[in-house]
């Protein structure tokens, strides 16, 4: 995507994850800023800065994840939502969050840039309770090259449908293809009628079955493969699995 370029959530590239907007609006810190999600506020001593209400989900989303990377996609997805925006939109609200925060990209102690990948909050954050920082982080993934697809507890649901939780724009894939129940640590995978079909390690699913770390799941007939993780979804965990196979589309 070229800078100044429109970006449409749901839809970027082949493959998107439908967001969840975060229920945090109790304040709590991020370094010795007070944020105030309610009040679209932070202050520090006798310092109080306005934000934009974008901006401070952006700074919201990252405090949940502080120390996780949150690719610009994601970002997209969650804050923006259906929205048609520019690729410049985002790189702006954290331009002014920085300048809010007094922070600097060259040398930065809240916001990370890690170059070709998102954004990462290094800040201590205190005040977000267990609850609140656990409640949408997810323990099960999808992961594709490079690309991480988290899978929220319930029903996850695959196709080419505009309601799919993970959206493959293919007409090779039905518009509810298959479905992924997270339950817990549990994880079960059921093609749902499709035309082409699903496949997990080569077999066809004929009947729900239960996933395992590193299996590989393809929709459809050589349309989109995925590796199945469950535990933390960090860097290493990404490019550990992503090695165990080139996956991608034909």
Partial sequence: ????????????????????SSAVQSPFRVGDWLVEPDLNRVSRG???VQLEIRMMQVLVY??????????RRELFDVVWATEFVS???????????RK????????????????????????????????????????CWLISGSSAFPLRAGENVIGRGMDADIRIESPKVS???????????????EDLGSTNGTSVNGARVESPRVLLHGDEIKIGHHVQAFRFACNSPDAETVASVARASSLGSD
Avoid: F, W
């Fill in 1 to 20: 995507m070229q800078p100044g370029e429109l970006h449409r959530c749901y839809t970027a590239g082949k493959m998107s994850r439908m967001p969840e």
């Fill in 46 to 48: 006798g310092t109080s």
């Fill in 62 to 71: 990252l405090a949940e994840r502080a120390g996780v990377v949150v690719s």
């Fill in 87 to 97: 690729d410049n939109a985002l790189t702006h609200a954290v331009t002014e969050i």
């Fill in 100 to 139: 809010a925060l007094g922070d600097s990209a060259r040398n930065p102690t809240y916001i990370e840039t890690v170059q070709r990948r998102g954004y990462r909050l290094i800040a201590a954050v205190k005040g977000l309770e267990p609850e609140d920082r656990g409640a949408r982080q997810v323990a």
């Fill in 175 to 189: 518009r509810h293809h298959a479905r992924i129940v997270v339950d817990g640590g549990r994880a079960v995978l």
